[in-house]
């Protein structure tokens, strides 16, 4: 009897791991493919269908710089076509500022910022991350292969003009990819800061927040099926995407800006970056600002801030 019930328990546990794990298989592909892939029947460049939960299509628009411009393109370390747009100021002064947009997004997400620059006397260059807009290819990697490409686009710049002092300034996404960026020992001399607004100290923390906070969801297994899935369907883990470990090794100053109304990512996100940050750092907290809006909320109070951050870094 008892060898009777013991195989019955072995069996029954076996089943039910073999049931979760077929679950997760699935559930994970899915979250994979809803999240970080690329793409409709209708539309091959269209963003993760994630996307449109956080920003409905009715509220795609956005003005362009009117500044002279040009098309750039580069090749990733990987064989990916990329696109940028390269804004001129009309009194330049040899400073650059590569704008990073977030997930879902293109550069035209980044044109606001832009004009900003280009009062300043910036050139801009406004890239579409891979995986975005007229880029190359299939998954987002939330910020981790992006952060390559960015050292990619300085080093352009960097070949183009020698002398050039560069910012790279990110949002959500971008801002997390341009503080990994930060930390590359492949990064030109000619990046002399970043900015960085609303980003993640990794991936997998921001997800795993969500799935507790908005979905009441144990982090436990749900994140590891997913991050298996992830590493076996994108290429990567979403604990690789983290910038936590890249501002302990930081190779230029760090602004950090965050929304204390931040439901997506929560502003306590940017204290520990800031905390863990090894490089000159400064923190700016915008009251009442929602993901990605502090630049919105207190235009004057953003742009003074990141004006006088980089005063002394740049020509």
Not at 219 to 236: E, K, Q, T
Not at 288 to 304: G, L, M, N, T
Request: proline letters at 5%.
């Amino acid at each position: 009897m008892r060898k009777i019930v013991v195989t019955f328990l072995a069996t029954f546990v076996l089943t039910l791991s073999a049931a979760i794990v077929a679950a997760g298989y699935y559930v994970g592909n899915y979250l994979v493919g809803f999240g970080l892939m690329r793409g409709s029947a209708d539309n091959p460049q269209a963003p993760p269908r994630a996307y449109a939960l956080l920003m409905p299509p009715g509220t795609w628009n956005y003005t362009r710089p009117d500044a002279p411009s040009e098309e750039w393109r580069l090749i990733s370390s990987d064989g990916l076509h990329l696109t940028a747009t390269h804004f001129r100021s009309e009194r330049p002064r040899g400073n650059w500022a590569i704008i990073v947009h977030g997930y879902g997004c293109t550069q035209e997400n980044s044109y606001y910022l832009a004009s900003h620059y280009l009062a300043q006397g910036y050139d801009v260059l406004t890239p579409d991350l891979r995986s975005s807009g007229k880029s190359e290819g299939r998954f987002v990697t939330m910020g981790l292969r992006e952060s390559g490409d960015i050292v990619g686009w300085a080093q352009e710049i960097a070949a183009r003009n020698p002398e050039a002092r560069i910012v790279l300034h990110g949002v959500s996404m971008g801002a997390a990819t341009v503080m990994m960026a930060g930390a590359s020992d492949a990064l030109p001399v000619q990046v002399a800061a970043v900015v960085e607004d609303c980003g993640y100290t990794s991936a997998y923390d921001l997800l795993a927040y969500q799935m507790e906070i908005s979905f009441r969801l144990p982090s436990f297994p749900g994140m590891n099926l997913l991050d298996w899935r992830c590493r076996s369907r994108a290429g990567f883990s979403l604990r690789e995407a983290a910038p936590i470990e890249a501002v302990r090794h930081a190779r230029v100053p760090m602004l950090f800006i965050h929304g204390t109304a931040d439901t997506l990512v929560p502003a306590s996100m940017a204290e520990t970056l800031y905390a863990a940050c090894t490089s000159e750092k400064e923190l700016l907290l915008v009251p009442e600002a929602i993901h990605s809006a502090a630049s919105q909320k207190d235009a004057a109070r953003y742009d003074r801030t990141v004006m006088s951050f980089l005063h002394g870094k740049m020509h």
